[in-house]
């Protein structure tokens, strides 16, 4: 069994920035990939970005290309979105997404609102 526990969402203005962090209770290379995913109201959850482990590839979806970064702190066993240039539409609950031989792991979820 894989924990995931989320931290950093919040309230922010538009063009603003947040970082969410994601620490596994599993040795980070112990999962295949690592990631993060986000769910509005009434819509699908959507892929934000990915880590592949054994490669460190990393995979971004097409809304947050170029204002999302995913990174990773190995010796914590943590991953890390950075949302610059925040809009009012990337305003949902926002989820650590981790596998581990096929079997996939969700943390608890961490609000993001984006408001002025």
């Known amino acids: 069994q894989v924990q995931l526990v989320e931290s950093g969402g919040g309230l922010v203005q538009p063009g603003g920035s947040l970082r969410l962090s994601c620490t596994t209770s599993?040795?980070?290379?112990?999962?295949?990939?690592m990631g993060w995913f986000r769910q509005a109201p009434g819509k699908e959850r959507e892929l934000l970005a990915r880590?592949?482990?054994?490669?460190?590839?990393?995979v971004y979806g097409d809304s947050v290309k170029g204002r999302f970064t995913i990174s990773r702190d190995i010796n914590k066993n943590t991953v890390y979105l950075q949302m610059n240039s925040l809009k009012l539409e990337d305003t949902a609950v926002y989820y650590c997404?981790?596998?581990?031989?096929?079997?996939?792991?969700w943390g608890q979820g961490t609000q993001v609102t984006v408001s002025s």
């Open positions: 880590i592949i482990s054994s490669s460190s590839r990393i």
């Open positions: 599993l040795n980070i290379f112990r999962l295949n990939n």
């Open positions: 997404n981790a596998i581990s031989k096929q079997l996939e792991y």
